[in-house]
Nanobody, 116 residues
């Protein structure tokens, strides 16, 4: 069992930056990979960035060069640093974790709103 709690969302103007945090608790050692997804109203949830236990990263084309996923293992926390934010980035952002048993966990989501 893994619990995920996101924080750091808010309102920011275009061109600004925001850092999201995802704190994991529970059976931390079972986590194989973590990532960030987002879902805007009327649209399907899409992958933003992923980070495996081994350190491999993957980014959606729309955020490459602007967003960075990282982690602090001591704090069991994954971050998403979002730079050069655009109105199109406005969405609810969700933290995700996959474990060795192929279970999938989700946080409650945090709203990011980028004004033009």
């Amino acid at each position: 069992q893994v619990q995920l709690v996101e924080s750091g969302g808010g309102l920011v103007q275009a061109g600004g930056s925001l850092r999201l945090s995802c704190a994991a608790s529970g059976n931390i050692v079972s986590i194989l990979a973590m990532g960030w997804y987002r879902q805007a109203p009327g649209k399907q949830r899409e992958l933003v960035a992923t980070l495996t236990r081994g350190g491999s990263t993957n980014y959606a084309d729309s955020v490459k060069g602007r967003f960075t996923i990282s982690r602090n293992n001591a704090k069991n926390t994954v971050y998403l640093l979002m730079n050069s934010l655009k109105p199109e980035d406005t969405s609810v952002y969700y933290c995700n974790a996959d474990d060795w048993s192929k279970h999938n966990y989700w946080g409650q989501g945090t709203q990011v709103t980028v004004s033009s």
